[in-house]
């Protein structure tokens, strides 16, 4: 069974700093693998993805996110951060049962509070 | 541009009632995921389809079923509500497999 774990409940950046969330997975086969933000009482919206190719994958809003295969890591950064980027990030990855239309696993989430 | 489309956004019942969500995904999109997320949680894989076919299934309690209709909407049915059942149901949908999810801002569903 596969899993994400995001070992971070909050991530504190002062504003124009750059900024990493971690995120580590598990999963048999090669890893499909998402970042997705949430602001309150809203749905996720989708940052990025990697599938394959590049391991450094940019995304919305100024995120990239670096897929380390030895170290199943998939951390999101951004070189600076703003006050806007303050939400809750989810990493996630696909559940490869082969049926075409995966559901994902996701991590606990990491709030991101940056400071002006 | 168009997005999911869940309705009704909020929804009170009480324990041992049934409800039914509904999901109109993005045009041309067609496969679906339902997904529960409880207070302070990660979203929950419940049950996705792709092209109108039961495609994964996650952790989806017997008490409910859902489908996905010929003009690709889909319809979550929740029968015998425990208090448990109070969470956001999101629904999501894509152009396919390795494609990215797209969210509806969910359903508020409380139970009394």
């Known amino acids: 069974a596969q899993s994400v774990a995001q070992p971070e409940d909050q991530v504190n950046v002062a504003e124009g700093n750059p900024l990493t969330v971690k995120c580590t997975y598990s999963v048999s086969g090669n890893p499909y693998l998402f970042w997705y933000v949430q602001y309150p009482n809203r749905g996720l919206q989708f940052l990025l993805k990697?599938?394959?190719?590049?391991?450094l994958v940019k995304g919305s809003y100024g995120f990239e996110a670096e897929f380390n295969k030895s170290q199943t890591s998939f951390h999101l950064k951004k070189p600076s951060a703003l006050v806007s980027d303050s939400a809750l990030y989810f990493c996630?990855?696909?559940?490869?049962?082969?049926?075409?239309?995966?559901?994902?696993?996701f991590g606990k989430g990491t709030h991101l509070i940056i400071q002006p | 541009a168009a997005g999911v489309i869940q309705s009704p956004r909020h929804l009170i019942k009480e324990k041992r009632e049934t409800a039914t969500l509904k999901c109109y995904p993005i045009?041309?999109?067609?496969?679906v995921y339902w997904y529960q997320q409880g207070p302070g949680q990660d979203p929950q894989f419940l049950i996705s389809f792709y092209e109108k076919m039961q495609s994964d299934k996650g952790s989806i309690p017997d008490r409910f079923s859902a489908q996905q209709f010929s003009d690709y909407h889909s319809e979550l049915n929740m029968s015998s509500l425990e208090l448990g059942d109070s969470a956001l149901y999101f629904c999501?949908?894509?152009?396919?497999?390795?494609?990215?999810?797209?969210f509806g801002d969910g359903t508020r569903l409380s139970i009394l």
């Open positions: 996630a990855v696909s559940r490869n049962s082969g049926g075409g239309a995966d559901g994902l696993t």
């Open positions: 990697y599938i394959t190719g590049d391991n």
């Open positions: 045009p041309r999109h067609d496969t």
């Open positions: 999501a949908s894509s152009l396919g497999q390795g494609e990215p999810q797209h």
